[in-house]
């Protein structure tokens, strides 16, 4: 019974260059939450998809971040051309539901970002 | 928007009881979420809160008054595993109902 799997759990890019973070659900789960999180800081609100559909991506920077979660495979969140500031750990959070008290996030170990 | 507000640090003795406070502002609330996490790990959950009143769950207990926009977690017998920070989280919206988290409250217990 896996847990939320995301990868890769550390990536290293050069500034200009593309980064793909995958985050796969847990079994039954069909919400997925992107979270950002800077060191010392909190969790910060990216963007919340459902198979196929963005419901809402009001914290996620309007250029260079894109995120999808198709019918088949993995959510991914892509950040094109990143820079020194994308550095962080982003972390993918899945729920079965919205609402309840089984609505809670299960999260994911995270994937760590350096851009050098 | 949201604004959710708890304390930056706090530090605690082994075996003692601590509480971190968390307040609200937002519209449509449905649910305030308490998380522990340890540094370079993911957060995990601990408790949930829709209705007022105390939740007791072994060690920790939390509790939430609607009216005053007001949480706390209280940890007795403090561990020293316990160090970690301790993430509130509401959920709240309209249509939908998005989940924002707080800044968290880094603890640290000493001997």
């Known amino acids: 019974n896996a847990g939320v799997m995301q990868n890769p759990r550390h990536l290293v890019r050069r500034r200009g260059q593309e980064a793909r973070l995958r985050c796969s659900p847990m079994k039954g789960h069909s919400h997925v939450y992107w979270y950002r999180q800077l060191p010392e800081e909190g969790l910060k609100f990216m963007v919340y998809l459902q198979k196929e559909n963005i419901i809402d991506e009001s914290g996620m920077p309007k250029e260079r971040f894109s995120a999808e979660f198709p019918k088949e495979g993995p959510s991914i969140l892509r950040i094109q051309q990143v820079v020194r500031g994308d550095s962080a750990a982003y972390f993918c959070?899945?729920?079965?539901?919205?609402?309840?008290?089984?609505?809670?996030?299960?999260f994911g170990e995270g994937s760590r970002l350096t851009v050098l | 928007g949201q604004n959710i507000d708890q304390p930056t640090e706090m530090t605690a003795t082994e075996g003692a009881i601590v509480q971190i406070n968390c307040t609200y502002q937002t519209s449509g609330f449905n649910g305030l979420f308490w998380y522990q996490q340890h540094a370079g790990e993911a957060p995990t959950f601990l408790s949930y809160?829709?209705?007022?009143g105390l939740e007791e769950k072994g060690r920790f207990s939390s509790f939430l008054s609607r009216s005053k926009g007001y949480s706390y977690l209280l940890l007795k017998e403090l561990q020293m595993k316990d160090s970690a920070s301790y993430l509130c989280?509401?959920?709240?919206?309209?249509?939908?109902?998005?989940?924002?988290f707080g800044t968290g409250t880094k603890l640290q217990v000493i001997p």
């Open positions: 809160n829709v209705l007022d």
């Open positions: 959070a899945s729920s079965p539901r919205t609402s309840g008290r089984t609505g809670e996030l299960f």
């Open positions: 989280a509401v959920r709240a919206g309209g249509g939908y109902q998005k989940v924002t």
